[in-house]
């Protein structure tokens, strides 16, 4: 049985351990962030649909604006960004 891969990411300035294949909106919520953007009324807004559709799980991945967080996989050194 193999062990599965353990890469770093940084949630928010943070490093965070996760096993390779994880989603950042699971990186996210594992740092216990539930909050990933504000709405232009300033409301929190977080993962909904998990499947890419809502647009409401949108975070900065390596200084790229609007990236889906339920859709996008972690990488090795991967920079995390939530509005919060």
Known sequence: MC????IHVSVN?????VES???VAAAVLQCGISSFRRSVTGEPRGPLCG???CFECRVTVDRLAHAKSCQTLCT??????TDE
């Open 3 to 6: 062990m599965p891969e353990i």
């Open 13 to 17: 300035g943070i490093a965070v351990a």
């Open 21 to 23: 294949g994880t989603t």
């Open 51 to 53: 499947m890419g559709i």
């Open 76 to 81: 090795p050194g991967m920079e995390i960004t």
